[in-house]
Nanobody, 123 residues
């Protein structure tokens, strides 16, 4: 059974950093396009970062220059390094396969989603 399991969320002060991990089981990341979405309470689902199978990356304007997505194919883990966090970054963060910039509803479109990890940023 394919599983994506996120970890690393927590509470930080504005300006702080967190690193999220997404561990994939029964789903090799060697040829996978992966993404990190987030959804704050009362807001749309937002794709914030993708990493393609060829290693290319792309980011939403809201996180560009502050977040970094990477993959460790040996460990089968996707990371999201989040620096200079702002209160508006607070959300539940999900990793998903086959990310789509046009997808505004979490847990749709992409075949595989994790259960999410909460990030809280205090001002």
């Amino acid at each position: 059974e394919v599983q994506l399991v996120e970890s690393g969320g927590g509470s930080v002060q504005a300006g702080g950093s967190l690193r999220l991990s997404c561990t994939a089981s029964e789903f090799p990341l060697d040829d996978a396009d992966m993404g990190w979405y987030r959804q704050a309470l009362g807001s749309e689902c937002e794709l914030v970062a993708i990493i393609n199978a060829d290693g290319s990356t792309a980011y939403a304007d809201s996180v560009k220059g502050r977040f970094t997505i990477s993959v460790d194919k040996a460990l089968n883990v996707v990371y999201l390094q989040m620096d200079s966090l702002k209160p508006e970054d607070a959300a539940v963060y999900y990793c998903a396969a086959d990310p789509d910039w046009g997808n505004k509803i979490c847990h749709t479109g992409s075949i595989y989603w994790g259960q999410g990890t909460q990030v809280t940023v205090s001002s």
